[in-house]
């Protein structure tokens, strides 16, 4: 049987892949090339990201204006819900800041100011609604002074609180924006520690302590829950406090956990996060790390024994190296990153998960994810070492030529086959782009000054 295979924004059969890849030349002849040639200045690859900034955000302003998210090969749009909450144009506002897009900056504003409302009576993901929608408020208000969206931020935040009044503290997963209902007992670490960045510089701004105590407390219950390795599982009912999953990882469903408990004694002085985190810390490099001839990794582990159970590492897993370096263990960060590196360049773009002692793919997809880039970012920043821009040019490099589209950016559904597939997350645009522009222009940012939330909304104490 056939099957149709998108690359380069053309339809063709996976038969005719080679030949087509043949016919459209590798950058996609026909269309100017985006990549800049190897050896251009740090300011032509910043000019060179810059425009693919623009592309992927016309692309969303052609085709999905109004709505969450883009579908680049249909050029169609998708709201997560009946009611949209303009999840792209919250998200990538302060990435078009940064780069001094102006014009298409204030049509998203405006969009977003105008347009917004959080008074629809729909089911929300507690955790991804405060991560792009709370952070991406608050971090363009910080960027512009724009008291709208500082409102817009206290409405959603008020909206939200009710998803923590479980028996634990700890928040359901979903939560309804009008009749404050909750679902979805069973979560997990990152959903449940991944909001005192967001509820945190809320209540700094608005002197409302309910928002940082209330989130503050659901970290501190589930770090209580930590087994006596110290490390906590992937899964966890926050109604009974009893975990469902003793799987243990620094990947999906556990990753921002750990980067929120040591961003949150950085961004607020919080000397009890930082001890949550050291502790932390110390279980994964006992358990979880795997140092060898192949090169440091960090695999997982039962949450109960810390015995090893699987030799898996993916693209979420590509945030340590960076909050590692954060953290000032540049030895570990860096050998890290290198594995990371590796990873990418197996196939040229990273798979959702690598085993990474057989280097065999075990998920293939690749969803535009930013981390490997945001530690390329921060290990550049700390060190200010050539190798990471090296890197930078690499992940563009392969960005452009697998997952650029005529209207935006796309997922690819095998990193193998490279098949792309129909959506640009709105993570593409506030964190892979950003990142990479970041990377290459760091002026345009007081790295020092800011605590970046992990969907790459850079957070100012301002207080
Ligand atoms: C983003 O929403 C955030 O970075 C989150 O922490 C993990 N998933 C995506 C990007 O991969």
Redesign the pocket.
Known sequence: MQRNIHLCGARILAGSVLAALAVLGVGCAGQESPTPPAGADDAAMAEAVRSEILHAWRGYERYAWGQDELQPLSRTGRDWHEAGLLMTPVDALDTLILAGLDEAAARARELVAAELRFDHPIEVQVF?IT??ILGGLLSSYQLTGDQRLLELAEDLGERLLPAFESPTGMPYRYVDLVTGETSGPESNP?EIG?LILEFGTLAKLTGRDVFYDTAKRALVELHHRRAPTGLVGEKIDVETGEWTSTRSLVGARI??YYEYLLKCELLFGDAECGAMWREAREALHRHLADDGPDGLWYGEADMRTGERTATRYG??HA?LPGLLALDGDLDRARRLQESGYRMWSLHGVEPEVLDYRTMEVVSAGY?L???IVESAYVLHELTDEPRYREMGRTFFRDLVHHCRTEAGYTVLESVVTKEQGDLM?S?FLA?TLKYLYLLFEPKALDFRGVVFN???HPLRRTW
């Open positions: 991804e991560i792009r990152a991944t990753d921002s693209a979420l945030f969803r994810r930013p981390e997350h993570f964190e992990t969907e790459a």
